[in-house]
């Protein structure tokens, strides 16, 4: 009750028109720029599902924590499909050659965000269906750590797309301090 069909074990994740939001691009840099979407809403999924495992483990019954782990599970299970797919989907050719080396660095980093989120959903399954005595001490001790394994694995993803936002200017650049004054901006 409550959880998804797409969440539930033994279902495959939902198919890949239901994970993307918005209208079907039009040209391939469109595309593009829908892929870096679709792996940031997937990312930012699992970061949300990862904080609601951590507060489940520390204040409510042991079943809505293994109903977090079920829902932290599938969010992994969807970024690993989406950032996949990534992978091939976006387009290099179709941006302009400044912006070619900071969106192939993207997209290698795409490589371990699908081993980071693989994993986790490997992991959040075998504490869920963990029948051992002592198992819902070890789920409880996994969800009130989990964000700080969720932050770590995906700190090399977050500099990369921070790169991608400056690079494609939806981002101002980072302000770089003066030498010597440690406080004064430059521009």
Do not use: H, K
């Amino acid at each position: 009750p409550g959880v998804l069909a797409a969440q539930q074990p033994g279902l495959a994740p939902p198919p890949r028109e239901s994970i993307t939001v918005g209208p079907a691009p039009r040209t391939s840099y469109d595309s593009t720029v829908r892929w870096l979407a679709d792996v940031g809403r997937q990312v930012a999924g699992v970061r949300s599902a990862a904080e609601q495992l951590r507060r489940a483990g520390y204040n409510f019954p042991d079943g809505v924590v293994r109903e977090r782990l079920e829902l932290v599970q599938g969010r992994c299970r969807q970024l690993a499909q989406v950032a996949r797919e990534a992978r091939t989907g976006i387009c290099r050719s179709c941006v302009a050659a400044n912006l070619r080396p900071v969106l192939e660095r993207y997209r290698a980093q795409l490589t371990p965000v699908v081993s980071f989120a693989t994993n986790c959903a490997a992991r959040m399954r075998t504490l869920r269906t963990d029948s051992r005595p002592g198992a819902s001490n070890r789920a409880r001790q996994a969800a009130r750590s989990f964000t700080a394994v969720v932050a770590q694995g995906l700190r090399a993803y977050e500099e990369r797309v921070r790169e991608v936002r400056v690079a494609f200017g939806w981002e101002p650049p980072p302000l770089q301090l003066r030498r010597g004054s440690g406080t004064t901006p430059r521009p």
